[in-house]
């Protein structure tokens, strides 16, 4: 699915894209490297729509965040849960510490989580509110919605405003088909930190314009299976919280 289009000067956020390009204009979607351009998939270059949780990081910013506690600052605190017209997901081994928002992803698109399972239940709740934000992501374009309480709820630092960056940038576009979300590994990396690596195939996904009902996805030559890298971190209400993300076209098999 291709990912946001963009200008010529656009600048990053925590390595997200803003999509400001005008229509037609191709945005391309690199590996974090000097140009860690990597909204999300479902690719919407061009209106392709790259969306898989969307927000790129440099790869430094990642180790940092995966170190520990963070850098001392207070957890954030998570205002609101959700709108109240949406079906709940399934999150069994997430903290109870906290009541988790309801999302409902956009009609017409679906997001199959193959092996999002894990015997240690500290890796399951990292995997459980991981995958959350991804689909919080997803509902917040489908709802036209860059301030989403439900997004805001799984994000944290940078990733809180390059993720409602990235959506802004999907303004008249919609999701469609699906996308496969697989070899998800967690690792807790220290008190309160953990990492999550997984794949995304786009191959499936595409973005819809609202007003043409034109369809567009990966840009052709360039892979749909992305792999993402997370860092994330649990606040004070027990969830884990994605702090940044980093990600690698064709890093996925």
């Known amino acids: 699915m291709p990912a946001p289009g963009r200008g010529p000067a656009d600048s990053f956020v925590d390595g ?17 490297k000097t140009d860690p351009r990597g909204t999300a998939t479902v690719a919407r270059r061009t209106r392709t729509l790259h969306l898989a949780a969307a927000l790129t990081t440099a790869a430094a910013l990642l180790l940092t965040a995966c170190g520990g506690d963070g850098d001392g600052d207070s957890p954030d ?5 959700d709108k109240g017209s949406r079906s709940p997901s399934p999150s069994a081994s997430a903290s109870p510490r906290a009541d988790r928002p ?3 992803l956009p009609a017409g698109f679906r997001a ?10 500290k890796a399951q709740a990292v995997l459980d509110d991981g995958k959350e934000r991804l689909r919080g992501s997803y509902a917040a374009i489908g709802d036209a919605d860059p301030d989403a309480s439900y997004l805001s709820f799984y994000s944290a630092r940078g990733a ?31 008190a309160g930190a953990a990492t999550l690596f997984y794949c995304v195939d786009e191959s499936k996904g595409f973005s819809k314009d609202l007003k043409t009902g034109k369809k567009e996805g990966t840009p052709k030559g360039e892979s749909p299976k992305v792999q993402y890298r997370t860092a994330l971190r649990k606040n004070a209400q027990g969830v884990w919280v994605t702090t940044s993300v980093e990600s690698e076209p064709g890093g996925c098999r």
Do not use: M, N
Not at 112 to 121: I, R
Not at 166 to 190: H, K, Q, S
């Open 112 to 121: 199959e989580f193959t092996g999002w399972t894990d015997s240690d239940p």
């Open 160 to 190: 809180r405003e390059s993720g409602r960056k990235w959506v802004a940038g999907y303004e008249g576009l919609t999701l469609v088909g699906e996308v496969r979300v697989y070899d998800p590994r967690a690792r807790l990396t220290g």
């Open 77 to 81: 605190t998570i205002e609101g849960a």
């Open 16 to 32: 997200l894209e803003p999509a400001s390009a005008p229509a037609g204009k191709a945005a391309q979607h690199t590996a974090a």
């Open 102 to 104: 309801e999302i409902t």
